[in-house]
């Protein structure tokens, strides 16, 4: 998720570690706020890979910055860590959607109706299993698990009905 992040935040301009931490913060800090020492390795990861590259320049002060940029292969890797299976984990499920929502200008139009086509039939998996469990006679849930899981269905027809909303072809 993090590639997704830094990808999508050095897609208009360059800019140093900590730029990208402070946007990614800016833009997405409702849901993550990641640290330098989780960017930096990330980072490497794409250079590695040509996703990104990096050029130093001196500052007035003669400080030596180094700034990174993606790259045309870059916007490959986006796409490709993009369409990457989410984790089944609940949890982190949820964090990876909201990158993937919050990151989906860079998608082509076409693109961006797979992931929400692909992204719905998820959620119908998910909705089925949930019900699945409620009506699991032989599943002892007590009274609290049982409310943990109907929360979890209002939410997933939340953002069923939040999919609705999203115009696929909207730029910028």
């Given amino acids: 998720m993090i590639e997704i992040l830094i990808l999508y935040v050095i897609h208009k301009r ?21 640290s330098i020492g989780t960017i930096y390795p990330a980072l490497q990861r794409l250079l590695k890979d040509g996703a990104v590259s990096v050029f130093e320049k001196m500052s007035e002060g003669g400080k030596k910055s180094s700034y990174y940029s993606i790259t045309k292969k870059g916007h490959e890797v986006f ?6 299976s989410a984790s089944e984990n609940p949890s982190l499920f949820y964090t990876q959607l909201q990158a993937r929502f919050g990151t989906m200008g860079l998608l082509s139009i076409d693109d961006r109706k797979l992931f929400l086509s692909e992204f719905s039939k998820k959620i119908d998996i998910y909705q089925f299993e949930l019900e699945n469990k409620l009506k699991d006679e032989f599943l002892d849930l007590d009274y609290y698990q049982r409310q943990l899981l109907n929360k979890t269905l209002t939410e997933l027809k ?15």
Avoid: Q
């Fill in 14 to 34: 360059e800019k140093t570690l900590y730029g990208i931490r402070k946007e990614i913060i800016e833009i997405f800090g409702t849901f993550t706020k990641p």
């Fill in 79 to 84: 796409k490709k860590l993009f369409f990457n």
């Fill in 158 to 172: 939340s953002l069923r009905e939040y999919i609705k909303t999203l115009k696929v072809d909207h730029v910028g």
